[in-house]
């Protein structure tokens, strides 16, 4: 199982990322897709869910209304849009899958599978 993250870069603060998990999951439809961000020193935290089906999301207090998260089952694929970055926003950006038979529940703990990071750095 293979969760590729891409999308990261450096950006300007205001300016925009969007942020793509390619998932190697033969059911990719049977997982709930999650995003986490890791700041060197710090503890990983959550950042956005979605169910499998997608019709349910979720979003940490600090980038509701900026970011959202997507996906497309058919390319076995989680977006992460981000939009009017902060500073406080740069960090390594990581999808992470948990299977579950709910399609509409989203997870943001005991996530069965994780991705390689992506540098996220927001200049100010």
């Known amino acids: 199982v293979q969760l590729q993250a891409s999308g990261g870069g450096l950006v300007q603060a205001g300016g925009s990322l969007r942020l793509s998990c390619a998932a190697s999951?033969?059911?990719?439809?049977?997982?709930?897709m999650t995003w986490f961000r890791q700041v060197t020193g710090k503890e990983r935290e959550f950042v956005a869910a979605v169910s499998r089906n997608g019709s349910s999301t979720y979003y940490a207090d600090s980038v509701k209304g900026r970011f959202t998260i997507s996906r497309d089952n058919a390319k076995n694929t989680v977006y992460l849009q981000m939009n009017s970055l902060k500073p406080e926003d740069t960090a390594v950006y990581y999808c992470?899958?948990?299977?579950?038979?709910?399609?509409?529940?989203?997870?943001?703990?005991?996530?069965?599978?994780w991705g390689e990071g992506t540098q996220v750095t927001v200049s100010s």
């Open positions: 992470a899958a948990k299977f579950t038979y709910s399609p509409g529940n989203y997870y943001f703990n005991n996530m069965s599978y």
């Open positions: 999951l033969r059911t990719f439809s049977s997982y709930a």
